[in-house]
């Protein structure tokens, strides 16, 4: 396809290095139609002001959670833990309306815009009404929690792939939810239809593909529905699995296997698949793992808040396992923070230092982390290409020189400085599918935001 605009970069991060002059040809799509470098700027190519790097796909997003942040970081008695979190999280997950899931979507979404996010998963499983368990009236439209969210993507601008999740039961051997569960309520067949409905929509940035809430939220048979109806569709399967000690022993003790074990030997893993956290992995299941072709989710920002404990990332990546990045609770919202905190846990762990480094290969950690992470995106989000290729969705990030972080660096130690030096997002624009986004959302999402949260949270006060 002939290209429909040009844009000229002085330097570019392109096939894992920088690059001089690169030509970035947008067709009539929004995509990438050719890439050269070593090429001037042409007649009529819009000159960009500063070096160019892929934007990042954000795996894994519970959008609603926006709405609790800041909200859980006390502790009045007793021990604070992952499930007390949990427990407290859905009192927000129990009220939340489609009108205000909407407002606090769209304010997430342009501060993920902001932090270099410009594709987002959303493990999507706030599927009905929140009076539904005691006989309240259903929603005009069973997905209308999910069209909320498509919506609140179309106000900011970000790509979204849609992951409606089977979600059963409450724990293993449980007959069904709790109580406090039943908004999340959805067999294979529910899950499979939703992401039908979402795909044959024609949403403009809008994919879907399926998901299970995890291996004590979704059955056996839960599983191997939901991979008969998928049959051989190519698309992304999310899982949250191994995040604690707790879900793998009782794991253990309910099937004789650990999480990602029972996976790899009953899941029919293969490079569709996304197992989010794979934070308690023992060697055995990283080779398994590996040997399926599945990839990994790693959010250090909420594995940290949370207490989950640090993956074994020199195994992950030894192994050759595709990883990327989520803010799924989103106490972070931008991928600079993730990439840190994922090498910086385990500088603090293994008291190392650039222990993602591969000397002789890529010693530079940033480079390697943000390397996998443009890959593992596309694979996560069910795209065939991501970052400064052909064929990919035209998105990138246009990094700010005069940021304080950036003056005066030689050029092979910008990413470096991004990663590991930078306040927030040294970028200068935002691009998506060939257009600069606007750098400040609306001030009427901010407004609707506040709105939401005063309602929201109006009976807490």
Known sequence: MAALKQLHAPLAWVEGRWQRDVLLSVDASGHWCDIAADTPAPPGAEVLAGPVIPSLVNAHSHAFQRAFVGLAERREAGQDDFWSWRDRMYALALRISPQQLRAVASQLYAELLRGGYTQVCEFHYLHHPADAVHGGQAFDDELDMAWALAEAAEDSGIGLTLLPVVYTRSGFGAAGLRPDQHRFKADADWAWRACQRV???????????????????????????????????????????????????????????????????????????????????????????????????????????????????????????????????????????????????????????????????????????????????????????????????????????????????????????????????????????????????????????????????????
């Not at 699995?241 to 009782?250: I, N, P, R």
Request: with cysteine; hydrophobic share 45%.
């Open 199 to 461: 795909m044959a929509a024609g949403l403009p940035r809008v994919s879907a593909g399926v998901a299970l809430h995890s291996l004590r939220g979704a059955s056996p048979q839960d599983i191997s529905r939901l991979l008969q109806q998928v049959g051989g569709a190519d698309l992304p399967i999310h899982i949250h699995v191994a995040e604690q000690t707790a879900e793998v022993a009782d794991c253990q003790q309910a099937t004789g296997l650990r999480p990602l074990q029972w996976l790899a030997r009953h899941g029919q893993l293969d490079p569709r698949w996304q197992l989010v956290h794979a934070t308690h992995a023992e060697a055995g299941e990283i080779e398994a793992v590996a040997r399926s072709g599945a990839g990994i989710v790693i959010c250090p920002g909420t594995e940290a808040n949370l207490g989950d404990g640090l993956t074994d990332l020199p195994g992950w990546l030894a192994a050759g396992v595709p990883l990327t990045v989520g803010t799924d609770s989103q106490v972070t919202r931008g991928w600079v923070e993730e990439l840190r905190w994922l090498e910086y846990g385990q500088r603090l762990g293994l008291r190392q230092r650039n222990v993602a480094a591969a000397p002789g290969v890529q010693p530079s950690s940033a480079a390697r982390l943000f390397d996998a992470a443009v890959s593992g995106g596309a694979r996560a989000a069910g795209f065939a290409a991501w970052g400064l290729k052909r064929g990919a969705r035209a998105d990138c990030l246009v990094l700010n020189r005069e940021a304080d972080v950036l003056r005066g660096l030689p050029d092979e130690a910008l990413l470096d400085a991004v990663v590991f030096g930078s306040n927030g997002s040294p970028w200068q624009s935002v691009w998506v599918a060939g257009r600069a986004r606007p750098w400040r959302s609306p001030q009427r999402v901010g407004d609707a935001f506040e709105a939401a949260m005063r309602e929201l949270w109006r009976s807490d006060r």
